[in-house]
């Protein structure tokens, strides 16, 4: 239902752009946004954004990262400049979604890999 490309190598202080295409029975999206996980790590909030068009950041990423969405295309991006080596990790999007009948419920993506290299 999701799925989430444009992960990859990258080198610190480089740049890279995920994306996040909804499909299926997902006929509306509230909610939606990025998580990610690093080895031994909890899966963290990095950004997202509200049906209002309210976003938010994780401290971390705040000011390196912005997030958009195209809702008539049921997909969202992240932006992430200026990355760092702690920004390695496997990167989530995930989506409030509901069917044409009303019907909402979270939805994940399969992840896709960011490494930083220095």
């Known amino acids: 239902q999701l799925q989430a490309s444009g992960g990859g190598l990258v080198q610190a202080g480089g740049s890279l752009r995920l994306s996040c295409a909804a499909s299926?029975?997902?006929?509306?999206?509230?909610?939606m946004g990025w998580y990610r996980q690093a080895p031994g790590q909890q899966r963290e909030l990095v950004a997202s954004?509200?049906?209002?068009?309210?976003?938010k950041y994780a401290d971390s990423v705040q000011g390196r990262f912005a997030m958009s969405r195209d809702g008539a295309e049921k997909t969202w991006y992240l932006q992430m400049n200026n990355v760092k080596r702690e920004d390695t990790a496997t990167y989530y999007c995930?989506?409030?979604?509901?069917?044409?009948?009303?019907?909402?419920?979270?939805?994940w993506g399969s992840g896709t890999q960011v490494t930083v290299s220095s």
């Open positions: 299926g029975r997902i006929f509306s999206i509230n909610d």
């Open positions: 995930y989506a409030e979604g509901c069917s044409s009948l009303g019907v909402c419920m979270d939805y």
């Open positions: 954004i509200t049906s209002e068009g309210i976003s």
